[in-house]
């Protein structure tokens, strides 16, 4: 297992499209998580899912943001009629348990997609 | 509500020099989980640490270690020998105990940039 995966890196896409980001975990990760990062401040939480239930959503996720993990393994994240606002880099995370130790006990973050809207 | 400061938003260095960057924390969790990411250009965050609210042994990784505070609510980070490949954005991180709540709050960052 190489990590977390995103896809796509970047996307450019003019204001009012939709668009649709993939996440897919460390594979004996059960938890997922999405963040957004906007230049200069720190990641900002977004929605979380164990398993294939979402657990918690953040008041950032409006009603024009969709997440879904049908079966508990990959993610994907949709935003439809996008506005400039949106352009940010959207991290995805994936842990087990913190009250393990090893390699992989803590949160382990994507390299993200960078949305722009234009 | 939890919250990270990490007043230094710059920090510029010789290479060689040690370099502190520090993060204060707030919350009302007795127990909480506290953490360093390392972001470099590529954009990915890399975990460094993970530190429990109930143990406040300090911790030294090679050129790297940490001073927990908990009558401060600090956890800085020391880069002792610094060198060019440590310049990055890094983050200072905090989860809670509330249950049900895994979202972990990030401070806004400290830019290291290590001159050779």
């Known amino acids: 297992d190489t990590g977390v995966s995103q896809d796509p890196r970047h996307k450019i896409t003019k204001r009012g499209q939709n668009v649709t980001f993939r996440c897919d975990p460390i594979s004996e990760h059960n938890r997922l998580y999405w963040y957004r990062q906007t230049l200069g401040q720190g990641p900002e939480f977004l929605t979380y899912?164990?398993?294939?239930?979402?657990?918690?959503k953040s008041r950032l996720l409006s009603d024009r943001f969709s997440a879904e993990r049908p079966k508990g393994s990959f993610s994907t994240l949709e935003i439809q009629r996008t506005e400039q606002g949106d352009s940010a880099m959207y991290l995805c995370a994936s842990s087990v348990s913190l009250g393990g130790k090893g390699p992989n006990y803590g949160y382990t973050f994507g390299s993200g997609t960078r949305l722009t809207v234009v | 509500a939890q919250k990270v400061t990490q007043a230094q938003t710059e920090i510029s260095v010789v290479e060689k020099e040690d370099v502190t960057l520090d993060c204060v924390y707030e919350?009302?969790?007795?127990?909480?989980?506290l953490f360093w990411y390392k972001q470099p250009p590529s954009g990915e965050l890399v975990f460094l640490i993970r530190r429990n609210s109930f143990d406040e042994q300090n911790e030294i990784s090679g050129r790297y270690s940490w001073n927990f505070q908990k009558s401060t609510s600090s956890f800085n980070f020391t880069i002792t020998a610094s060198q060019v490949v440590d310049s990055a954005v890094y983050f200072c991180?905090?989860?809670?105990?509330?249950?049900?709540?895994?979202?972990?709050?990030f401070g806004k960052g400290t830019k290291l940039s290590v001159i050779p």
């Open positions: 899912f164990q398993n294939e239930a979402q657990l918690e």
């Open positions: 919350t009302r969790d007795t127990t909480y989980y």
């Open positions: 991180a905090l989860r809670g105990s509330w249950a049900g709540s895994y979202q972990l709050t």
